[in-house]
T-cell receptor
């Protein structure tokens, strides 16, 4: 199988606080993990790609100092939204891949910043 | 970089009819084309994929066709059922962790 978990599933926070989201591949080692943001009724927008032990590659327009990504092991990547603001409210989804093709998605984290 | 366009954005069919969703891509280096189904509030699930050395692939009621020359690929769902209602995303990748997604198609199957 290829199971990816994500925690928390839902988080509500006050403006200015930081939020950490974890993504884990449960039954395989992920060479690469991806972080996406999805606004209501819109597509998946890739934010960054991370490989274990190296710095993440951010897509154009994504602030790396605001969205901190740490890929500490082959089964864990974390996304920290620093100093969150209401416009950061969204559905954040991670995915993990065993190789360069198929991606397996986590269940997503719904972030609401008040 | 790769640009994937998907049509239509919404599609409504009667139960039992067929549904077709079309995508085009821009990068001729793309060689892997997956389709994902996403139900409301849930994760995208891979339903079928095709690689550039194949023109067509079928899995029960779902089929995907690929035209490399024209750079387009399509998802075909036959004998649609209400549980097929969801948002479907196409994607394209060259195999270098560069997958890009289409905008999605909201399929509604009316009983």
């Amino acid at each position: 199988g290829a199971v990816v978990s994500q925690h928390p599933s839902r988080v509500i926070c006050k403006s200015g606080t930081s939020v950490k989201i974890e993504c884990r591949s449960l039954d395989f080692q992920a060479t690469t993990m991806f972080w996406y943001r999805q606004f209501p009724k819109q597509s998946l927008m890739l934010m960054a790609t991370s490989n274990e032990g190296s710095k993440a590659t951010y897509e154009q327009g994504v602030e790396k100092d605001k969205f901190l990504i740490n890929h500490a092991s082959l089964t864990l990547s974390t996304l920290t939204v620093t100093s969150a603001h209401p416009e950061d409210s969204s559905f954040y989804i991670c995915s993990a891949s065993k190789g360069p093709e198929t991606q397996y998605f986590g269940p997503g984290t719904r972030l609401l910043v008040l | 970089g790769e640009n994937v366009e998907q049509h239509p954005s919404t599609l409504s069919v009667q139960e039992g009819d067929s549904a077709v969703i079309k995508c085009t891509y821009s990068d001729s280096a793309s060689n892997y084309f997956p389709w994902y189904k996403q139900e409301l509030g849930k994760r995208p699930q891979l339903i079928i994929d095709i690689r550039s050395n194949v023109g067509e692939k079928k899995d029960q009621r779902i089929a995907v066709t690929l035209n490399k020359t024209a750079k387009h690929f399509s998802l075909h769902i036959t004998e649609t059922q209400p549980e097929d209602s969801a948002v479907y995303f196409c994607a394209a990748s060259s195999g270098n962790n560069d997958m890009r997604f289409g905008a999605g198609t909201r399929l509604t199957v009316k009983p």
